[in-house]
């Protein structure tokens, strides 16, 4: 497994977490880190439906590598989003349909947040970046 | 000060959750079971499973006597005045799908169907999706900052062309009664047939149909402490014989050939193929143990607890109600955090409240807002939950802000 230096220190801090509030404030303070998208990212096409926030994923295929940004109006989310793109940023297409995304977040201690329930933004993430993986 | 429910140890399902730390209060969702469900389920598994209405042989002349008998309950639960008035289906989704193709053929282009504001999509998309087959005007009927259809206005919209009133008796989002009366009793003098949906108003307290008046008042078993699966349509006689037939199959044929056929009417003609026999037969148990209660214990159970949700929620500060609740649940939404954000600590700290749009888009639209946490309340709910969620509540904020 080749972790980034920043996936690794993401599973290092999650790892240590104790607890469930101690695990929410380090889910916002990654959020805080995630780069803020412009106007121009958040059209409908990079909408990605099937959660109940508002979530926009932007992917783009550079000399082979996948570079995604990620946004949404929903905090937690927002730090959800940025553990994953720590995970997958750089990757390329058969690299991403490779990688077990479900057992990197439970590395985190986050598995629940995968729920393919209506209301959890992060499993429709999930299927969005398979779905470009295959077609990469 | 401590309120206990008295009927709580009666649903075991409320202790094995609250031993996986989770404090129920999604009951609007769907409810946990009594313990005489189960053991109906389990009685009728264990003792011999047959098909209804078909065979001679003994197994198939209970089975069919238990499903009868949930009729005859449901019947009486309601006050309709005869038990073929009330037609089994798959769920109030289907009873009112039943519906709006039953009475398809009665709509000519140009008519009009009222709904309120405030539907569930279970109420709406039906009837918008027969207005689209058959060009029909939908007429939303406005509802008011409290969250019942504003009358004065909704008085004007039915008219002559109104020929259907679609209405849910309460609120699954803002928890408030419609205004049912005066609303049915307009419908009627235009000429318009009346749908009630009481998927949560059936829960709250005992309706009288007969006294409602209405033509047709669907509900599911699920919500009402019964199985999944089940759901149920009453008719008024003359309103019952209006609909015509459509899901074809099993046991709802008088007379078959190769190439046509003439139906039974209600109920066994609405009810084509294997019903959900244990389910229905779970129900029967459920009304019988429902009406062992005390009603007036249950419903100053309900008031109280529903009393101190809304009264906490409004001393919050920063909680913003949606409408004015009246009965059963309260949904809200907090100045400046998301509320999937605040779903997400509740679920946490073993909080089960729903939180999103509820079934609801376009209500929750017209508010203005893209979600919202709804808490709701069963028989079993005490205050205790209630003081389990507060605290997570203001846990999460904490964190939140």
């Avoid at chain 1, 989310?77 to 349909?97: C, E, I, K, N, P």
């Avoid at chain 2, 005066?182 to 007969?210: I, K, M, N, T, Y």
């Avoid at chain 2, 006689?237 to 459509?246: F, G, I, N, V």
């Amino acid at each position: 497994m080749n972790l980034s230096p920043e996936a690794s220190q993401a599973l290092e801090a999650f790892e240590q977490a104790r607890g469930w509030e101690q695990r929410a404030r380090l889910l916002m303070q990654w959020g805080d880190r995630l780069e803020p998208l412009g106007d121009s990212d958040k059209t409908e096409t990079n909408r990605v439906h099937g959660c109940e926030s508002l979530v926009w994923l932007v992917a783009v295929q550079d000399d082979g590598q996948w570079r995604f940004k990620a946004g949404s109006d929903a905090r937690m989310l927002r730090g959800l989003l940025a553990l994953l793109l720590v995970r997958v940023q750089g990757l390329a297409s058969d690299q991403l349909a490779a990688l077990d995304l479900s057992a990197w977040f439970t590395q985190l201690g986050l598995e629940r947040q995968l729920s393919p329930s209506r209301s959890n933004g992060l499993h429709a993430v999930l299927l969005r970046m398979a779905e470009l993986a295959t077609q990469g | 000060m401590f309120q206990p429910s008295p009927w709580r140890t009666d649903f075991p399902a409320i202790a094995a959750l609250q031993r996986q730390h989770q404090t129920y209060l999604d009951s609007a969702a769907t409810t946990q079971k009594p313990q005489a469900l189960l053991d109906a389920l389990s009685h009728y598994y264990g003792h011999g499973a047959a098909n209804v209405h078909r065979a001679q042989h003994l197994p198939g002349a209970l089975a069919t006597q238990a499903f009868e008998g949930t009729r005859d309950k449901v019947a009486a639960w309601l006050n309709a005045a005869d038990a073929r008035q009330i037609v089994f289906t798959h769920g109030a989704t289907s009873a009112l799908n039943l519906l709006a193709y039953g009475l398809e053929h009665r709509f000519e282009a140009g008519d009009e169907i009222a709904v309120s504001g405030l539907e569930h999509h279970a109420n709406l998309l039906p009837w918008q999706q027969l207005a689209h087959r058959r060009n029909l005007r939908l007429v939303v009927l406005p509802v008011t900052d409290q969250g019942h259809v504003d009358l004065e206005q909704a008085l004007q919209l039915i008219g002559p062309r109104t020929r259907l009133l679609a209405i849910s008796q309460l609120s699954n989002v803002l928890g408030t009664w419609q205004p049912l009366t005066p609303l049915l009793a307009h419908a009627r003098a235009q000429g318009a047939l009346s749908v009630v949906d009481g998927a949560q108003g059936v829960v709250h307290g005992r309706h009288d149909v007969q006294q409602l008046a209405c033509d047709f008042y669907v509900f599911s078993s699920h919500k009402l402490y019964g199985p999944d699966g089940v759901g149920v349509l009453y008719g008024r006689q003359d309103a019952l014989a209006l609909l015509r037939h459509w899901q074809y199959g099993g046991e709802m044929v008088q007379m078959a050939d190769y190439q046509s056929a003439s139906f039974r009417p209600a109920p066994l003609g609405f009810e084509a193929g294997t019903p959900p026999i244990a389910g229905v037969i779970g129900l029967g148990a459920t009304l019988d143990y429902l009406a062992s209660l005390d009603v007036h214990a249950v419903a100053a159970h309900e008031a109280s607890l529903h009393q101190c949700l809304v009264r906490g929620l409004a001393d919050r500060e920063g909680v913003r109600l949606l409408g004015s609740p009246e009965a059963a649940l309260a949904s809200f939404v907090i100045d400046g955090v998301h509320n999937a954000d605040i779903a997400h600590l509740l679920t946490e700290q073993g909080i089960a409240v729903r939180a999103g749009h509820h079934c609801a888009m376009p209500l929750l639209r017209h508010l203005g807002l893209d979600g919202a946490i709804r808490v709701s309340l069963g028989l079993y709910s005490d205050s205790d939950d209630l003081q389990r969620f507060f605290e997570a509540l203001d846990k999460g904020l904490e964190l939140l802000r």
